[in-house]
């Protein structure tokens, strides 16, 4: 897929704000620090326009981006930052509901994972939470570069089994440093455009 244009459209926090452009559109989730911006750029092919966000004290938004004029980009903020308070929490979990539950656009999750390690505690509840609403789950494993060859398989297989990854639910390994997994990833974003 080659992409021409990607620009930001709004950082909403509530419905009111969402864009009512009607482009199909795919979520992106993850644990802070997971890749997620990293992930965005590699894919649109810009260095910086998901900003590595999300960090605590940093406002929380939905930050909603137009591609090519055919499909709509939303980064909703990482998770499992030990740090973040509980008002902030609530907050977040607020917003993510408002956003799952309403959002007719909406066609696909991608859920980020680290590849190096097993799904955390949060990783399960947000892919049970996505789930819950019926949404179809991209689930992306992030650094691949950082997996020896030889312990791939055993790797996919711990998330598949953690994650309990529901029939028709793509599992993409991903690497944004060598691009590994990209056309992959494209090929099931494109099945939703
Ligand atoms: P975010 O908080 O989920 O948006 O994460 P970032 O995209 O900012 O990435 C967090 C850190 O992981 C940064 O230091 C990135 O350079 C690094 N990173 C992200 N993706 C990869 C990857 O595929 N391979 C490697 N080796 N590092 C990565």
């Known amino acids: 897929m080659k992409v021409n244009q990607a620009e930001i459209v709004i950082s909403a ?10 482009l199909p ?5 993850g644990r802070s620090n997971v890749g997620k911006s990293s992930f965005i750029n590699k894919m649109i092919q810009r260095k910086a326009l998901a900003r590595t966000s999300s960090k ?3 406002t929380q938004t939905l930050n909603f981006y137009r591609i090519n004029e055919q499909l709509m980009f939303t ?6 930052y030990a740090k973040v308070s509980k008002t902030e929490r609530e907050k977040w979990g607020r917003m993510m509901e408002e956003y799952f539950q309403t959002r007719k656009e909406l066609k696909l999750t991608v859920l980020l ?3 190096r390690h097993p799904p955390t505690e949060d990783d399960i509840i947000m892919y049970d939470f996505l789930k819950h609403y019926e949404i179809p789950v991209m689930i992306v494993a992030t650094k691949l570069d950082k997996v020896k060859k ?3 398989q055993k790797h996919l297989k711990i998330i598949r089994e953690a994650l309990d990854i529901e029939e028709g639910d793509e599992l993409v390994a991903f690497s944004a440093e060598t691009a590994e997994g990209k056309d992959q990833a494209w090929k099931v974003l494109k099945s939703v455009m």
């Open 13 to 22: 926090v509530s419905q009111s704000q969402y864009p009512s452009e009607n």
């Open 25 to 29: 559109e795919v979520a992106l989730a």
């Open 56 to 58: 605590p004290g940093k």
């Open 75 to 80: 980064d909703v903020p990482g998770y499992g």
């Open 113 to 115: 994972v680290d590849m």
């Open 150 to 152: 030889a312990q791939r």
